[in-house]
Each structure stands twice: as structure tokens, then as C-alpha cells.
């Protein structure tokens, strides 16, 4: 098992609902037949503080991700998902099982917040660098269809994000902490 610890956005329960049933519908409509992760897993990256680390973070280093993370200051906005399209190349790889995603035509208010968030933590000395590529998205399955369609919006106004520990293996995420947004 590898510990992963990454800053997220959840959705609200109407929103999870409406991607549930939109995987589900896309699923059958398009003979996709990966399977379907509990939907109490639907979320929206923001940043990931250590890849594949066969050890959790420490508690110190837990600790300042939480103290940094309190100083993101953003006023609440909202996220509206428009397009399912399928992450990766076709072609040699189509066999190949890859995220088939809920995206947005507006990353206006995300973009912000990864900006920011990335700041903070990069002011702690908890990352470094410049601040890479980001496509935010909400994975509904894998699968190796190949998937490109305008969506009815899935929409909801981000009130928080959150620090989560993953155990991958074990499906399971643990909220370690959550940050209000506010301006």
C-alpha cells in the first residue's frame, strides 16, 4: 500500500447525485464497463503533496500542510462540470484503461484557488517550483472507450477544501482537514 496526501474539492450530495447517474447513463449508453468507484470518492483534485510514499506524512509535516493551508483566502464560488471526455492518448494506447472525467468549459474559480493554495504552500517550504499543468476534472470511471460530449451542467458552489489522506490498495479516504473559504 502507498500513502498519498492531496488538497481536494468535494462536491455537494446534489451534485454527487447528478454524477453518479451521469456515469452510470454514460456507462451503458457507451458499453463502458470500469468500474465505478463509491461515490463518497468523487472529487476534484487541487494539488498532491507526495506521490507514492510508501510511508504516511509525519505528523509535523501534516501539521504545517494544515497550518499553511489556513492562510488560502478566497471568497466561495461555483463549479460548473460540462464536458465527459476521456484523459490520455488514442490510438496505441485505446486498450488501455484511462480516466473518463467530468470537466468544465469555466476553471476561472479553481484555477484561483490552486493558485493560491500553491502559494501557501510553497511560501511554508512545503513544495517548490513553479506551478505545473492543471486540468481540473472530476473522474467518473476508468475505461479504455474513448469519450468527448457536452453535459447537462453538474454545478455547486465550493464552500471548502480539504487535506486527504489516501491508502491506495484500500480505497479509502481520510479527511485530515478542511478549510472554509472565505475572502
Known sequence: ????YFFALFADAIAVDAADSFRRD????LNLTGPLADTSRLHMSLLCLCKQNPLPMGLDDEEAALDAARFVRLEPFDVSLD????FGRNGEQSQAKRPVV??????SGIRKLYERLHGVLERARIIGGKLRPFTPHLTLLYDAGAVNETVSPISWTVREFHLVHSLHGKSQYRIVGSFPLRG
Open 1 to 4: 500500500h502507498t500513502h498519498t
Open 26 to 29: 454514460l456507462a451503458t449508453r
Open 83 to 86: 464536458r465527459a471526455v476521456s
Open 102 to 107: 467530468l470537466t468544465s468549459s469555466d476553471n
